[in-house]
């Protein structure tokens, strides 16, 4: 039986673990938190932190796998594609991954490879980095190089609060550097994201969305996904040409990638984040349903190296992810949804339960499930997405 090693077990990776069973793999996870959801499912658990590059080739030498994937997951990509490059295995090009998944060499690749880019200075010492805070044209942002799910990230439109920025940047680097950029005033309401599917150094599924943020007091946080993109159609290709050229160039030849664009005012594209791996709040399992197509079991095969054919159709033409929170601290009770908002919700993942602590939403990581939802008309999807407070009550103790 051919093995598969996994590199994070949460609860969001646990369906990439179900899939290579089901694809008849033996599952071999790693993860560095001793309650992680994945092991129960997998064939065989270490406890190994998934950015110890040196410490997972150890198991998997060990276990003699056959490939390796970092399903949904930034910080471990880089090491999966480390083992899999040392040990001869299907992946992408350990420098490429590196780049995508540093901030700071990713403005450089570029800069280098004539795409748009903000301009950015990077920081390892937070002295360096207030002495020059107002040297600055604002508004910026200001983010650690090596994180995701806009954890450590803060937008200033001046001066003020830029030290406080630092330190929060520098909370949530595993590599001790941050970076601040120019914010780009975008062309269109939303930030381009979602995924692209490469197979063979070629985009197979377009699954570009509108990434929904209505939290005003985190406005970078992700709350969800809208299907279709809204773009004009010469946006959208240049877009498409934008993403399809730097697959090219990086030589991606196979799997997910995250990706976060935006056009300016002047129908410049500018990539923000592009990453190696699915994306977060479940957006592979969003695009299965959108275009009728397995995409984690397609990145399960390319791991292993096997054959894909496919054919994406839209099958549901207007489909949205909203991801549940809380706006305070508490203690989790219930969440309640609206009639109305009930008839359009197709799938629920809840994960919490009562008596858990729930924090306040400033992060990817403090969300309290995802839903999915499919509605008749673009004008039904926004009304309802732009009103989801109304619609949905976390209940706290």
Known sequence: MKKLLLLGGSAQQVIAIETAKRLGYYTVLCDYLDDNPGQFSADKFYLVSTTDKDAVLKVAEEEKIDGVIAYSSDPAAPTAAYIAEKLGLPTNPFTAVDILCNKDKFRKFLKENGFNCPDALGFTDKAEAVSLKDSFDYPIIMKPVDSSGSKGVTILQSPEGFEQAVDHAFSFTRCGEIIAETFIEKKHPYLIGGDIFVYGGKVIVWGLMNCFRENAACPLVPSGKIYPVMLEENDLERVKAVLQDMVTKLGIESGSMNVELVIDKNDRVYPIDIGPRAGGNMIPIQLSHIFGVDIVEMSVKCAMGEEISVVPQVKLPYCATYVLHSHKDGI??????????????????????????????????????????????????YDIMNNMNSHITVELD
């Not at 009639?339 to 306040?360: A, N, P, S, T, W």
């Open 332 to 381: 989790y009770r219930d969440i309640v949804f609206s009639d109305m908002l009930e008839k359009h919700i197709f799938k629920k993942c809840l994960y919490d339960k009562q008596g858990d602590v729930v924090e306040h939403f400033d992060n990817a990581a403090k969300a309290l499930g995802i839903i999915f939802l499919k509605f008749d008309s673009e004008q039904e999807m």
